[in-house]
């Protein structure tokens, strides 16, 4: 069984940074796909940023030059290192892992509240 379990949310002051850590189990995360979410109130999930299996990295235009997606396969790990938070950083964040070469395998982490106070 996949299991994703993300840790490092919290409360942090409008540009201050945190670090999210995703530990994946039960798969072969070397040839996971992974990625970052975030849900809103009242606004739809986004993909925040995602790193192939390869190593290819992909980021929503509004964290640009602010967050950072970066893995560690030997500790089968993803990590989301964000800086310079807004206000409007302020969401749920997801974990999300996708087989390379299967994308109908997918899985999802619980989530972690990130809160950015003004």
């Known amino acids: 069984q996949v299991q994703l379990v993300e840790s490092g949310g919290g409360l942090v002051q409008a540009g201050g940074s945190l670090r999210l850590s995703c530990a994946a189990s039960?798969?072969?995360?070397?040839?996971?796909?992974m990625g970052w979410y975030r849900k809103a109130p009242g606004k739809q999930r986004e993909l925040v940023a995602d790193?192939?299996?390869?190593?290819?990295?992909n980021y929503v235009d509004s964290v640009k030059g602010r967050f950072t997606i970066s893995r560690d396969n030997a500790k089968k790990t993803v990590y989301l290192q964000m800086n310079s938070l807004k206000p409007e950083d302020t969401a749920v964040y997801y974990c999300?892992?996708?087989?390379?070469?299967?994308?109908?395998?997918?899985?999802w982490g619980q989530g972690t509240q990130v809160t950015v106070s003004a």
């Open positions: 999300h892992a996708a087989h390379r070469y299967n994308s109908a395998l997918e899985w």
């Open positions: 039960g798969t072969i995360f070397s040839l996971n796909d």
């Open positions: 790193i192939t299996s390869g190593g290819s990295t």
